[in-house]
C-alpha cells in the first residue's frame, strides 16, 4: 500500500509509552463505512482509497507502508478504583497525519487483536458498536462538539465472542491525540519522573505550545485541560449527552470526546438518568458528569504533582498542592460559565442578565416537572419565540404549567435587541431536531449486524443534518415511547 505521509511522534519520542505491534489479520474484511468528508480533511484522496483496496487497508491486512503500529500504555481510574496498568488492550495507533488545516492528527485502530495489554480480553470489537460509534460521533461532530471521529469501519468476516456469537469489525479512529489523563497515571503510578516529564513537554509542544518554556508550565497545563473539559462537559449537557464511562483512562487532554461505549442521549428530561448496564451505582448519571470531570481533573492534578514539586522539599509540595487546588476548585466557576453560554444561546439570548442563569435553572426544572423531552422541549422555543406556543405545551404534562416560566422569558426577550425572526432562527442553529435517539441507533445497528446497511446509512443521513427541518427524517426526531426509555440500557461493547 502506498504511504499516507505518516510522522509518529508519539512513539519516538516518548519511549516507554508504546509497545511496536502488529494488527491481526482479518478473514473476508468488507468495508461498512468509509468517511470521504473526514479523509478529505485528512488530505487523504479519499476516491483512491476506495478504488484501491480499502477493506485490506483499514482492517490492517495490508497497511500503507509507513504505518508504523503501536500500543499505548496509559493507566486509569475506573469506577473509582486505580489500575495502574490499561494500555490499548484492542487498538492500535498506526501514525500521526498533519491536516489540511495544519492540526496533527491520530490515527489508529480500534478491535484489530490482541496487544500486550489485552489482559483476558480478546482485542476485538463487533459490529454493532463500531457502527454506533460512527453514529454517535458523527452527530456529536454535526453538533458542534470536540469528537475523535471515525475514519473507516471493516468487517472482519469473523465472529467475535460476546453474549453470543456476533459479526466483527475494525474502526479507524481520527482523534487530536490519544493522550489521556491516564497517560499521565501510567509514569506517575511508576515514579518515573523523567518519563511524566517528557510527556508533559511532549503534550504542552502538541496541546499548548504557547506553554511550551514558561515557568509552572505543567501547572498551566492542568489549567488549560481544566479549561477544555469544562467547556467540552458544558457542551454534553447542553446537548443531553451521557458519557456513561467517565473513568480516567476515558478523558483526553485535548478535549475531545472520546470513547464512545455505553454512552446515549437524553430523551426525557431527569438528571438521574443511567443507560449504562454496569453503572449500577449510577456514578456516571448524565447530571454527575461536570462533579466528575473534576474528580478527574484531581487525578491529573494528582498525577502532575511530582512535576510541580519536588518530592522531597515539603514546603514546595505543599505550595504545588495548594497551587493545584486552585486550579480543581475553579473548575465548578468555569463549567458554570460556559454552560450558562450554552444556555444563552439555546434561549436565544444575545445579550447578557445576571438572571438568565435562573432563568435556565427553572426552565430545566420545568422540563424535569413536566417529563418533557429534552431536545424537543428546547427546539420548542424557536416556535414558541414566533408566537407559536402549542409546540411546546404539547410536550408536557400539564401545559399550563410553562405560562409563568414563558412570561418570564418573553419578558427577557424583550429586553434583548434581537428582532424575532433573527431570534428564531438562533434559536434553530443552537438547538437541534435530531439527536441519536436510542430506539433509533438501537433499530440500525442490529439491522446492520443482520446484513442490511440501509438503515444505518439513513440515520447517519440524518444526524449529520441535525438543526434542519427536513420531513423526510421526521421519524428520527420522535421520542421513544416513555416504556422503552425506561427499559433502555447500554453496554461497554467490549
Ligand atoms: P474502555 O472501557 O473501552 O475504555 O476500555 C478499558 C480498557 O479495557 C482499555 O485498556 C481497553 O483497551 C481494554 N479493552 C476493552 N475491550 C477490550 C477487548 N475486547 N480486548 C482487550 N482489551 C479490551
Ligand atoms: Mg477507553
Redesign the pocket.
Given at each position: 500500500m502506498p504511504a499516507f505521509g505518516f510522522d509518529h511522534s508519539y512513539a519516538r519520542e516518548l519511549p516507554g509509552a508504546s509497545v511496536a505491534w502488529q494488527p491481526a489479520p482479518a478473514a473476508a474484511p468488507r468495508l461498512l463505512f468509509f468517511n470521504d468528508a473526514l479523509a478529505d480533511e485528512l488530505g487523504l484522496d479519499a476516491r483512491a482509497l476506495r478504488e484501491a483496496d480499502a477493506a485490506a487497508l483499514f482492517c490492517g491486512n495490508t497497511l500503507p507502508s509507513d504505518a508504523q503500529p503501536v500500543a499505548q500504555a496509559?493507566a486509569?481510574h475506573?469506577f473509582g478504583g486505580f489500575?495502574p496498568q490499561?494500555?490499548?488492550?484492542?487498538?492500535l495507533l498506526l501514525g500521526e497525519l498533519i491536516d489540511r488545516d495544519g492540526r496533527r492528527r491520530d490515527i489508529a485502530f480500534k478491535?484489530s487483536g490482541?496487544?500486550p495489554?489485552?489482559?483476558?480480553?480478546?482485542?476485538?470489537?463487533a459490529v454493532g458498536p463500531m457502527l454506533r460509534e460512527v453514529l454517535i460521533g458523527e452527530a456529536m461532530h454535526a453538533l458542534g462538539i470536540p469528537t475523535t471521529r471515525a475514519l473507516a469501519v471493516v468487517a472482519t468476516g469473523e465472529p467475535?465472542l460476546r453474549d453470543r456469537p456476533l459479526p466483527g469489525a475494525v474502526l479507524t479512529r481520527v482523534a487530536a491525540s490519544h493522550l489521556r489523563v491516564g497517560s499521565f497515571q501510567f509514569f506517575a503510578a511508576r515514579g518515573d519522573i523523567d518519563a511524566l516529564r517528557r510527556l508533559a513537554d511532549y503534550t504542552i509542544a502538541r496541546h499548548d505550545p504557547e506553554l511550551a518554556g514558561t515557568p509552572d508550565a505543567p501547572l498551566a497545563l492542568l489549567r488549560a485541560v481544566a479549561r477544555r473539559q469544562a467547556a467540552l462537559v458544558a457542551r454534553w449537557m447542553n446537548a443531553g449527552f451521557i458519557h456513561g464511562?467517565m473513568?480516567t483512562?476515558?478523558m483526553t487532554i485535548s478535549g475531545e470526546t472520546i470513547?464512545y461505549?455505553p454512552c446515549a442521549f437524553l430523551e426525557t428530561y431527569d438528571p438521574d438518568v443511567v443507560f449504562s448496564s454496569i453503572d449500577t451505582g449510577g456514578r456516571y448519571a448524565y447530571g454527575k458528569q461536570p462533579a466528575i470531570a473534576r474528580w478527574n481533573l484531581a487525578r491529573f492534578a494528582e498525577a502532575l504533582l511530582p512535576l510541580l514539586a519536588s518530592a522531597d522539599d515539603e514546603p514546595a509540595v505543599r505550595h504545588a498542592v495548594a497551587q493545584a487546588m486552585e486550579v480543581i476548585d475553579a473548575f465548578p466557576a468555569w463549567y458554570d460559565a460556559e454552560l450558562l453560554r450554552g444556555q444563552r444561546a439555546k434561549l436565544g439570548l444575545a445579550s447578557e442578565e445576571a438572571e438568565d442563569a435562573a432563568l435556565a435553572a427553572d426552565w430545566l426544572a420545568l422540563l424535569r416537572a413536566q417529563r418533557a423531552d429534552f431536545t424537543l422541549a428546547w427546539r420548542a422555543l424557536a416556535d414558541a419565540s414566533q408566537g407559536a406556543e402549542q409546540p411546546l405545551r404539547a410536550l408536557l404534562a400539564d401545559p399550563a404549567a410553562a405560562d409563568a416560566w414563558l412570561a418570564r422569558w418573553r419578558a427577557r426577550c424583550a429586553r434583548d435587541a434581537l428582532p424575532a425572526d433573527a431570534r428564531a432562527a438562533s434559536l434553530r442553529r443552537a438547538n437541534p431536531w435530531i439527536i441519536p435517539r436510542n430506539q433509533r441507533v438501537e433499530e440500525a445497528l442490529e439491522r446492520a449486524t443482520a446484513g442490511d446497511l440501509a438503515p444505518f446509512e439513513q440515520l447517519l443521513a440524518a444526524l449529520r443534518r441535525p438543526f434542519d427541518e427536513n420531513a423526510e427524517f421526521a421519524r428520527y426526531a420522535e421520542p421513544a415511547p416513555a416504556e422503552v426509555t425506561a427499559c433502555y440500557q447500554t453496554f461497554?461493547?467490549?
Amino acid at each position: 500500500m502506498p504511504a499516507f505521509g505518516f510522522d509518529h511522534s508519539y512513539a519516538r519520542e516518548l519511549p516507554g509509552a508504546s509497545v511496536a505491534w502488529q494488527p491481526a489479520p482479518a478473514a473476508a474484511p468488507r468495508l461498512l463505512f468509509f468517511n470521504d468528508a473526514l479523509a478529505d480533511e485528512l488530505g487523504l484522496d479519499a476516491r483512491a482509497l476506495r478504488e484501491a483496496d480499502a477493506a485490506a487497508l483499514f482492517c490492517g491486512n495490508t497497511l500503507p507502508s509507513d504505518a508504523q503500529p503501536v500500543a499505548q500504555a496509559y493507566a486509569g481510574h475506573q469506577f473509582g478504583g486505580f489500575s495502574p496498568q490499561l494500555g490499548d488492550g484492542r487498538a492500535l495507533l498506526l501514525g500521526e497525519l498533519i491536516d489540511r488545516d495544519g492540526r496533527r492528527r491520530d490515527i489508529a485502530f480500534k478491535g484489530s487483536g490482541r496487544t500486550p495489554f489485552s489482559r483476558g480480553g480478546d482485542g476485538k470489537a463487533a459490529v454493532g458498536p463500531m457502527l454506533r460509534e460512527v453514529l454517535i460521533g458523527e452527530a456529536m461532530h454535526a453538533l458542534g462538539i470536540p469528537t475523535t471521529r471515525a475514519l473507516a469501519v471493516v468487517a472482519t468476516g469473523e465472529p467475535v465472542l460476546r453474549d453470543r456469537p456476533l459479526p466483527g469489525a475494525v474502526l479507524t479512529r481520527v482523534a487530536a491525540s490519544h493522550l489521556r489523563v491516564g497517560s499521565f497515571q501510567f509514569f506517575a503510578a511508576r515514579g518515573d519522573i523523567d518519563a511524566l516529564r517528557r510527556l508533559a513537554d511532549y503534550t504542552i509542544a502538541r496541546h499548548d505550545p504557547e506553554l511550551a518554556g514558561t515557568p509552572d508550565a505543567p501547572l498551566a497545563l492542568l489549567r488549560a485541560v481544566a479549561r477544555r473539559q469544562a467547556a467540552l462537559v458544558a457542551r454534553w449537557m447542553n446537548a443531553g449527552f451521557i458519557h456513561g464511562v467517565m473513568n480516567t483512562d476515558n478523558m483526553t487532554i485535548s478535549g475531545e470526546t472520546i470513547d464512545y461505549g455505553p454512552c446515549a442521549f437524553l430523551e426525557t428530561y431527569d438528571p438521574d438518568v443511567v443507560f449504562s448496564s454496569i453503572d449500577t451505582g449510577g456514578r456516571y448519571a448524565y447530571g454527575k458528569q461536570p462533579a466528575i470531570a473534576r474528580w478527574n481533573l484531581a487525578r491529573f492534578a494528582e498525577a502532575l504533582l511530582p512535576l510541580l514539586a519536588s518530592a522531597d522539599d515539603e514546603p514546595a509540595v505543599r505550595h504545588a498542592v495548594a497551587q493545584a487546588m486552585e486550579v480543581i476548585d475553579a473548575f465548578p466557576a468555569w463549567y458554570d460559565a460556559e454552560l450558562l453560554r450554552g444556555q444563552r444561546a439555546k434561549l436565544g439570548l444575545a445579550s447578557e442578565e445576571a438572571e438568565d442563569a435562573a432563568l435556565a435553572a427553572d426552565w430545566l426544572a420545568l422540563l424535569r416537572a413536566q417529563r418533557a423531552d429534552f431536545t424537543l422541549a428546547w427546539r420548542a422555543l424557536a416556535d414558541a419565540s414566533q408566537g407559536a406556543e402549542q409546540p411546546l405545551r404539547a410536550l408536557l404534562a400539564d401545559p399550563a404549567a410553562a405560562d409563568a416560566w414563558l412570561a418570564r422569558w418573553r419578558a427577557r426577550c424583550a429586553r434583548d435587541a434581537l428582532p424575532a425572526d433573527a431570534r428564531a432562527a438562533s434559536l434553530r442553529r443552537a438547538n437541534p431536531w435530531i439527536i441519536p435517539r436510542n430506539q433509533r441507533v438501537e433499530e440500525a445497528l442490529e439491522r446492520a449486524t443482520a446484513g442490511d446497511l440501509a438503515p444505518f446509512e439513513q440515520l447517519l443521513a440524518a444526524l449529520r443534518r441535525p438543526f434542519d427541518e427536513n420531513a423526510e427524517f421526521a421519524r428520527y426526531a420522535e421520542p421513544a415511547p416513555a416504556e422503552v426509555t425506561a427499559c433502555y440500557q447500554t453496554f461497554c461493547g467490549t
